[in-house]
């Protein structure tokens, strides 16, 4: 028998190369613009005080960026639980500390060390928000992005509270980008509920079923899906803007996202 996790998109933030934000890069997913490419912007992370703004490396702030994008759009929805899933954390962090650690002189900074741990991004988090709520920090490779989704609705079925998803991956550089091939940093973040408010801007209802995965018709947003592991919520993404602004009647759009050795995530995505 096949289990369905259901739960409602309340606001949605991403940051990617040559995507700003939601609406720009719903605006490319429903074809109204075409996709140019460009190195992802990384902004400093607004809600940090200025001593840990100074020491948020690149993995922090391009989850900050998704993450500050979704509470802005939901002020309204405060101390929330997250889930915070990347496949690798901090390239351009490991790529200095292993530069380091081959040096003459290999004394890491505490700075770089703190920084290197998987939940780093949870951490600045929580001081930025002052939020006591829990929070799960999780890898699964190339699924990573499924499986925090998972994460975040089974917590919804469970404890009937919304919960905020940040999944995000820096860029991995030279030499390490050989042997693991992230070109850019992306970020996406999915404020979802257990009821709709009267903003929600979907409902979805998630299954894992063995079947091969959606891919994208254009080329440069097919190679972002499949060379990024948190782009791989474009599909949904897709879904989620053309059924933006849909009567609650209109269609379902269903997509299947990449998940493990072979399997898939079926999402389907309705108006509200």
């Known amino acids: 028998m096949t289990t369905t996790l259901s739960a409602y998109v309340e606001a949605v933030g991403v940051r990617g190369p040559g995507l700003a934000d939601w609406p720009a890069c719903a605006a490319v997913l429903r074809g109204d613009v075409p996709y140019a490419a460009a190195p992802t912007e990384l902004p400093t992370p607004e809600r940090l005080p200025s001593a840990e703004r100074r020491r948020a490396v690149p993995v922090v702030r391009i989850a900050f960026a998704a993450a500050e994008q979704a509470t802005r759009a939901r002020p309204d929805m ?10 690798g954390g901090d390239g351009p962090n490991y790529h200095a500390i292993c530069e380091t650690l081959a040096s003459d002189d290999r004394s ?19 001081i930025a928000t002052r939020d006591m709520s829990t929070s799960n920090v999780l890898c699964a490779h190339d699924a990573s992005f499924g499986a925090g989704l998972l994460e975040a609705l089974a917590q919804i079925v ?22 693991r091939p992230i070109p850019f940093a992306f970020s996406v973040a999915l404020i979802l509920s257990p009821t709709p408010s009267n903003q929600a801007l979907a409902r979805l209802d998630v299954s894992l079923i063995d079947a091969p995965h959606d891919r994208l018709a254009d080329a440069g947003l097919e190679s972002l899906r499949g060379t990024v592991p948190s782009a791989r919520c474009l599909p949904l993404l897709a879904a989620l803007a053309a059924t933006n602004g849909a009567a609650p009647d209109d269609a379902s759009h269903t997509c ?12 389907r995505v309705s108006p509200c």
């Open 78 to 87: 405060t101390e929330l639980p997250t889930v915070f899933s990347s496949s």
């Open 108 to 126: 890491i900074s505490p700075t770089r060390f703190h920084n290197s741990v998987h939940n780093a991004p949870s951490g600045y988090w929580s």
């Open 158 to 179: 469970c404890d009937g509270v919304p919960v905020m998803l940040v999944a995000y991956e820096s860029d991995y550089p030279e030499p390490l980008r050989s042997v």
């Open 256 to 267: 299947l996202i990449e998940y493990q050795s072979g399997a898939a995530l079926r999402m």
